[in-house]
């Protein structure tokens, strides 16, 4: 399993051996791939809109939660349920991954999210910063399905990949930004959680195995081939035991000769003796 693009980007898709990193530019590519334009029947303010919406959501309300992830990453492996030891596929403690983590992912993390400026804010003004970002959302999706009316578009897309990173923190994990979408964003709620249904109706399958594409249907493996495969390997030895013998018979020929011959030198040197 990867767990980053070549680009060290997330997410990212293979798609016919290709790796496409970056989320706008994987559903630009798979639009065009399929011919499936989510946003085919918005006008061309309500793209303008979109657009404008998904840059706030990408560039400001990702670091507001990427704040928070670096500043408390003990928290980010409760609130997620994290179990390194399964999403690695190691046998490394996970004592000793947890600490891995929080130390890397806490000091690389954080000299990103200064670099980008908003590391730079108090713990206020940043949760400030996110809660600004959900109103806008909560005010432009109001008592809609979705933003732009009752099929969803690539913003609703978006959002949804975004809230419910804030939406499913477990709600033992204090979190604040959480708190405040829970209690003021009611509709946000409502937004994750039927994007939820509609597209991974096997998200609890997900979340168990990690397994992306759990819906699938995986290969049996067929013990009739293995058997047979391992005859085959059986007849090949078989096949194999007359060369070696033939090799053997060299060796002891070789060795015969050898002995006969050191025999004669022997033999010639009691004959000069005498």
């Known amino acids: ?29 798979l639009t065009q791939k399929f011919n499936n334009d989510l946003d085919a029947a918005l006008s061309a303010e309500q793209r303008n809109i979109a657009h404008a919406t998904i840059s706030m959501v990408e560039n400001h309300l990702v670091w507001v939660v990427m704040w928070w992830r670096t500043k408390f990453p003990d928290q980010v492996l409760k609130g997620y349920k994290v179990n390194l030891q399964h999403a690695l596929g190691t046998r490394i403690p996970n004592g000793i991954l947890n600490f891995l983590f929080k130390f890397a992912f806490g000091r ?57 990173q804030i939406y499913f923190i477990d709600k033992e994990v204090s979190y604040p930004l959480r708190d405040y979408m829970t209690e003021h ?16 109706p096997d998200w609890d399958d997900i979340c168990a195995t990690l397994d992306l594409n759990s819906h699938l249907p995986k290969p049996v493996e067929d013990e009739g081939k293995d058997k047979e495969g391992c005859k ?26 050898e002995q006969e011959k050191e025999k004669d030198i022997e033999e010639n040197k009691e004959k000069e003796g005498k």
């Not at 009611?186 to 991974?200: A, I, Y």
Request: aromatic residues 6%; negative net charge; proline residues 4%.
């Open 1 to 29: 399993m990867k767990f980053r693009s070549k680009k060290g980007q997330l997410p990212f898709i293979e798609l016919n051996g290709e790796e496409i990193a970056d989320s706008q530019i994987i559903i630009k590519e």
């Open 108 to 164: 690389k993390g954080s000299k990103k999210v200064k670099a980008q400026g908003m590391g730079v804010h108090s713990a206020d003004e940043i949760n400030e910063f996110g809660q600004g970002d959900l109103k806008v959302l909560s005010d432009m999706l109001a008592d809609k399905p979705f933003f732009f009316g009752d099929e969803p578009t690539t913003l609703d897309v978006v959002a949804f990949s975004n809230l419910a």
């Open 232 to 257: 085959e390997e059986k007849e090949g030895d078989k096949e194999m035991e007359p060369e070696d013998k033939d090799i053997e018979k060299e060796k002891a020929d070789e060795k015969e000769k």
């Open 185 to 200: 964003c009611p509709n946000l709620v409502g937004l994750v959680n039927r994007m939820k249904e509609r597209c991974f």
